[in-house]
């Protein structure tokens, strides 16, 4: 098929808008498209370079990479030794998890394929030894940069090494590599969370990224948390502050790399691969999930009709791969930026998510739940901090003041204080809407060829979300948690305990604040009388009208 081009569509199929937004077209849709390699074909034989393996979306970077390119040559992960298990370890581990059961089965040798390179982040030339890194220069053709700090509440300088300094050394070093084709960096769709409608182009950083690193060198730790929110503006947090500053670090690299930035959201469990609801983690929305499950969490501030833009994390590899393998066939001119979402293709809401969490962990509940699932999110603060009082802090009170008398540590109001702090860092993404252009995400699927629109489904218009959701919530409980599925019988009769529990408790609370009104007020006894002779006399009829017709 042939088309032609105009004369501001360069042959790349790239476009470049006034506004400096670099797009995709689908003008290439079926010429180069068609005539390209596959993707699995373009990873055959190709070194890859991975940062953050070790993480969640790395982890299923990996996997995916194994499973469903063969051929690739060889993965190299730079990995540090952490909690005194050394890299070695830490990778024989990685590969023990269940996410690669499938590869295993496909290839038992496959971790042949993964080296690991020891390499800490932070420190300079990312601490990789003068050998590895000639060995990596000579080898790697694509490189994918996951590793990050996610935490919201990170110091600044921390915030600022690994995410910052930590990404600059790896594009020093990428220049270093002889055979690059690629550079993929990950970011997050909310590094311009000070803007409402976000585009798919790289925003002026909030402070020249340099100047900042050399300010951050001489101020003690306790001036630069002074100055953090001056900083950070409008947004929440370091992290969101310092994956901004990256994307231009990143950028000023554009014309002398081939470089890729993937903006996910809030990134969940995997919706199908390598089976559905993978997830090891309590970040994001995951540990509220757990602690709505477990009856913990009973009221949170988040606006029912904002929209909750989860992006499943197998969606965003699956991207993440397409987009590696776009940017090294044809080398855009300027970066090209994904936002990896599904607010404006298939939109789901935070009310829609109460909705089905609760309903999920009630069919499927988790062990040893404290209360039954039952959790409320609500716009207004004070209605938010009513029933913070009642359904978190009287609760945990009374069971601390239980395991008191029984002899036991209390720990129900440390667990609501960490609940709290983290509700409190979590809010600000539940509570407004964020719109972003996400063009260049269904102009790249139109760039695949059939078979990999299926192999590397990122087509969120099929997510179905309250099945998506209630494999999510059996995640958490299968792979978080390591809950056995065969004990929900159990769970649901502790459930059925606790409804008791509570009804009773009800009762004896509302014959109890009944008889001190009694005591006290005379019309209180006045409208008892009433309603304790009407009930007679409606006992006594139904004893006459029985008598009558037998
Ligand atoms: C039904 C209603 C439902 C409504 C739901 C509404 C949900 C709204 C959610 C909104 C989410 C918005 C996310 C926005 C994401 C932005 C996207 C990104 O780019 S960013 C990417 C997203 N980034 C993020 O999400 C980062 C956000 N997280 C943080 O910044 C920090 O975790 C923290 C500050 C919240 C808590 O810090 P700290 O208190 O220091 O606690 P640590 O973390 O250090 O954990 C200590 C230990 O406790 C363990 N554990 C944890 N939770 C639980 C639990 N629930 N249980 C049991 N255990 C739990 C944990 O494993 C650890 O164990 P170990 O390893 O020691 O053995
Ligand atoms: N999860 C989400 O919801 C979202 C994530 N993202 C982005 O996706 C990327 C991956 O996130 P995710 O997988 O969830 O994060 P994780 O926290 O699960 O993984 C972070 C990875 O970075 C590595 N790392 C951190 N510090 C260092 C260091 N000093 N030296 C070497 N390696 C280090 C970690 O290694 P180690 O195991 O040794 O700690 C880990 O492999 C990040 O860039 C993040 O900003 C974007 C949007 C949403």
Redesign the pocket.
């Given at each position: 098929m042939s088309t032609e081009l105009s004369e501001s569509q360069d042959l790349n199929g790239l476009e470049q808008e006034e506004n400096g937004t670099t797009r995709l077209t689908d003008i290439c849709s079926g010429t180069v498209g068609s005539s390209m390699a596959s993707i699995a074909e373009y990873y055959a034989g190709k070194s890859v370079l991975i940062t953050g393996a070790t993480g969640f979306m790395g982890k299923v970077l990996v996997e995916k990479l194994l499973r469903s390119c063969p051929e690739v040559k060889a993965l190299y992960i730079l990995v540090r030794p952490k909690a005194g298990q050394s890299m070695q370890q830490r990778v024989s581990d990685m590969m023990k998890c269940k996410l690669f059961d499938r590869v295993r089965e496909d290839d038992p040798e496959f971790y042949q394929k993964i080296i690991p390179i020891s390499s800490e982040l932070t420190q300079p030339g990312l601490a990789i030894s003068p050998e590895d890194v000639e060995k990596l220069g000579a080898c790697i053709n694509i490189v994918f940069h996951c590793a990050a700090t996610?935490?919201?509440?990170?110091p600044l300088k921390h915030a600022v090494q690994l995410n910052v300094l930590a990404t600059q050394q790896l594009l020093s070093l990428a220049h270093q590599m002889h055979h690059l084709e690629a550079f993929i960096h990950i970011?997050?769709?909310?590094?311009n969370?000070d803007r409402k409608y976000i585009d798919e182009v790289i925003y002026p950083p909030p402070v020249e990224p340099k100047k900042l690193i050399e300010s951050l060198e001489w101020m003690d730790d306790g001036i630069v948390r002074d100055i953090t929110p001056r900083l950070i503006g409008g947004r929440p947090?370091t992290?969101?502050y310092t994956?901004a500053l990256a994307e231009y670090v990143v950028q000023q690299e554009q014309h002398r790399l081939n470089i890729g930035i993937i903006r996910?959201?809030?990134?969940g469990a995997s919706w199908q691969e390598p089976f559905p609801g993978w997830i090891d983690?309590?970040?994001?929305?995951?540990?509220?999930?757990?602690?709505?499950?477990?009856g913990?969490?009973r009221t949170?501030r988040?606006s029912n009709d904002a929209v909750?833009d989860f992006i499943p994390v197998d969606v965003v590899i699956n991207l993440t791969l397409a987009a590696g393998w776009y940017t090294a066939v044809h080398r855009p001119k300027t970066a090209l930026v994904y936002n990896c979402t599904t607010g404006g293709i298939n939109p789901f809401h935070?009310g829609e998510?109460?909705?089905h969490?609760?309903s999920s962990?009630k069919r499927n509940p988790l062990e040893q739940a404290f209360r039954r699932?039952n959790?409320?999110?609500t716009s207004n603060y004070l209605i938010n901090q009513y029933w913070i009082l009642v359904s978190h802090k009287f609760p945990a009170l009374i069971y601390d003041l239980f395991l008191r008398l029984s002899g036991q540590k209390p720990q129900m109001m440390r667990?609501f204080n960490?609940?709290h702090?983290?509700?409190s860092?979590?809010?600000?993404?539940?509570s407004q809407d964020w719109e972003w252009n996400s063009e260049n995400m269904s102009m790249l699927m139109s760039q695949l060829t059939p078979e990999d629109r299926k192999t590397f489904n990122f087509d969120v218009r099929q997510l179905n979300w309250p099945e998506y959701i209630e494999n999510y919530c059996i995640g958490t409980k299968k792979y978080?948690?390591n809950e056995d599925m065969s004990d929900i019988p159990a769970a649901r009769q502790h459930l059925r305990k606790l409804r008791n529990i509570r009804y009773t408790f009800n009762t004896v609370l509302v014959v109890f604040i009944w008889r001190v009104f009694i005591a006290r007020s005379q019309m209180a006894r006045n409208i008892w009388y009433f309603v304790v002779s009407l009930c007679f006399k409606f006992l006594s009829y139904f004893r006459a009208s029985s008598t009558l017709t037998n």
């Open positions: 996610i935490r919201f509440d990170e970011s997050t769709a909310y590094a969370c947090n992290y969101t994956k996910p959201s809030i990134v983690n309590f970040n994001g929305p995951s540990g509220l999930f757990i602690a709505a499950g477990k913990i969490l949170m988040a909750a935070w998510v109460e909705h969490v609760i962990f699932p959790a409320n999110i667990i960490r609940l702090k983290a509700i860092l979590l809010e600000y993404f539940s978080v948690l």
